[in-house]
């Protein structure tokens, strides 16, 4: 069955402190990772997708084929990066699976 | 960016009544899509809206429960009908990017039937 898993619904780290949300999915085939962000009182959107390879606001993502894992990481967490994020893939056609989401709250 | 409005953001809702959620697009798309968000769960697909024809449901979805219209290319509702205190969910509207297959979000809707 398709489907993404995030482990953890909250995830607390301290100002500073690196971060790393998990993300692993089940598919056949080759999908493409994203990972989606939703902060306060504002919309769902895009943070980093994995044929991009690129960095968002520090963080960074890896598709690693042979554990099906797409793990988000950032070298040391930031108050603003509170906030709750989707782990999703599709196949290419728009259609997306979303993970349960896992809310960050970085403490000060 | 396409810039996506939703109306209602939000309403209460007496079972077995239906309620229309609007989502208007600032630029003319190509795809775009209803999601269901019920409290604690992660984002389903419920359909494609498909401009000038019947939206495509996924699985376990129906057109009778959520009617889907897309009259043009930059504006669909979604009805949700004869509502039970089940279908208390966020609502959202998305579009696929020009490129890739990145979509965007609306702000939602957030719908509680009591």
């Known amino acids: 069955a398709q489907r993404v898993t995030q482990p953890e619904k909250l995830l607390s780290v301290f100002k500073g402190a690196p971060v790393e949300l998990k993300c692993n999915y089940s598919?056949?085939?080759?999908?493409?990772l994203f990972w989606y962000v939703q902060y306060s009182r504002q919309r769902l959107q895009l943070l980093l997708r994995?044929?991009s390879r690129e960095s968002i606001k520090g963080f960074t993502a890896d598709l690693n084929k042979g554990e099906t894992s797409f793990h988000l990481k950032k070298p040391f967490a930031q108050e603003e990066d509170s906030a709750m994020y989707y782990c999703?893939?599709?196949?290419?056609?728009?259609?997306?699976?979303f993970g349960t989401g896992t809310r960050l709250k970085v403490l000060a | 960016s396409a810039v996506i409005s939703q109306k209602p953001s939000r309403d209460i809702c007496q079972r077995g009544t239906s309620l229309t959620i609007q989502c208007q697009v600032d630029?003319?798309?190509?795809?775009m899509f209803w999601y269901r968000q019920q409290p604690g769960q992660s984002l389903t697909l419920i359909a494609t809206?498909?401009?000038?024809?019947?939206?495509?449901?996924e699985s376990g979805f129906v057109i009778d429960k959520f009617p889907i219209s897309r009259p043009n290319l930059t504006f669909s509702t979604l009805t949700v009908s004869n509502m039970s205190p089940e279908d208390s969910s966020i609502y959202l509207c998305?579009?696929?990017?020009?490129?890739?297959?990145?979509?965007?979000f609306g702000e939602g809707s957030w719908l509680t039937v009591v």
């Open positions: 999703a893939l599709t196949s290419g056609t728009y259609k997306y699976i």
């Open positions: 809206a498909n401009q000038g024809s019947e939206a495509t449901y």
């Open positions: 630029s003319q798309v190509t795809m």
């Open positions: 994995h044929i």
């Open positions: 598919y056949s085939g080759s999908p493409e």
């Open positions: 998305s579009v696929g990017a020009s490129a890739g297959n990145t979509i965007y």
